[in-house]
C-alpha cells in the first residue's frame, strides 16, 4: 500500500539506485528511478562481482553496510533466477600474508600449497558470487515487479525533480560530480570476457601483488578476466596491451585458459572517492537529497547494506 507515503525519485539505474529502490519500495514508497542509462549499460554490468571480504576492514560504517549486504545477497543466492550463488573466492598476495580472521561473518582456510604457483599464496572463503549479466537483469526486473517505475531520462540538475518529489536518492556513481561538484575520480577497470574451458576450476581467484590486479570470475554463461584499477583514468577505449597483459596474467594463474576464446573485451569507469558520501541534505526548494554514492570498486558488496540505511533515513524523515 503506497497511498500514504511520499513519492520518492532515485537518480541512476546501477546496483546502488536499484537497490535503494526496491528498499524503499518495499517500505511502500512510490518509487521512480531515473537514468541516463540502465542494464546491460551501466558500470555495475561491468563488474567481477562478488562480496568483497576486505569491506570488513574499513570503517564502522562501511563494516556495517558490507555485513548488511552479506546477509542479503545470501538471502538472494537462495534464488537461482537471481544470478546471485555462493562459491569460493581464493585471495592471492605475491607477498607473505597471515590468513585473517573474518569470524563470526565468515569462515577463512588457507590455500593449499602448491594449488597456485610461486609466489602467489594467501587464503580462501566462501562468498556470494553475484553474476551480473544474470543478476542486473533480474534486479531491476525486481523493482518492476515492486510497483517501480523507470524513466530514461539524463538528469541534470536535481532541483529538476524537486517539485514531484519530497525526497531525491542520488546514486548517480561518478555522475555525482556533475550534479552536486563533488571531486569525484575515475578508476578505471578493463576486463575480457571469454568463453568458460571445460577444465576451468569453478572457483573465483584475486591476486593482488603491489602494481597489479588479477582476478578469474567463473561464471553461468562466460568467465570473467581482469583487471586494472588505474585512478584517474577515464580513457573507455579497450587498450590492446592491457588486454594481453591481463590474459597472460590470467592464464598464468590457470593454465586451462590459454587459448580460451573471446567474446569481448569491456572498460568500466568506478566512481572513485576518498570515502562512500551517505548522507541526508536539505535543498532549497524544499526537497531533502539522500546522497549515495562513490562506493568505488564495492558498489556490489555494499549496494544493500547502503539501501537499507537510506531506507532508515528515509524512515525517519
Known sequence: MTQNRPPIGVVGAGVIGLASAARLLEQGHPVTVYARETTPHTTSDVAGAYWAPGALFGDERMHTWALAGLAALRQLAGDPAS????????????????????????????????????????????????????????????????????????????????????????????????????????????VIRVRKPPALSPEMVSAESPDEITYIIPRTQDCLLGGTYHYGDARTKVDPAIAAAILARCVALAPALAGAAVIEHRVGLRPGRRTVRLAVEQRERGATVIHNYGHGALGHTLAWGCAAEVAALVASL
Not at 514531484?164 to 548517480?172: D, G, L, Q, R, S
Not at 555522475?175 to 561538484?181: E, F, I, R, S
Open 83 to 190: 544470478g546471485v550463488r555462493l562459491n569460493w573466492l581464493n585471495e592471492l598476495t605475491s607477498d607473505p600474508m597471515e590468513t585473517p580472521d573474518l569470524a563470526p561473518a565468515l569462515v577463512v582456510e588457507p590455500v593449499a600449497p602448491g594449488r597456485f604457483p610461486a609466489p602467489w599464496a594467501g587464503f580462501r572463503v566462501r562468498v556470494p558470487q553475484v553474476d551480473t549479466p544474470i543478476y542486473m537483469p533480474w534486479l531491476l526486473r525486481h523493482v518492476l515487479s515492486l510497483g517501480g517505475r523507470v524513466q530514461a531520462r539524463a538528469i541534470e540538475r536535481l532541483d529538476e525533480l524537486a517539485g514531484a518529489y519530497p525526497v531525491i536518492v542520488n546514486c548517480t556513481g561518478l555522475g555525482a560530480q556533475a550534479l552536486t561538484g563533488d571531486p569525484m575520480f575515475p578508476i578505471r577497470g578493463q
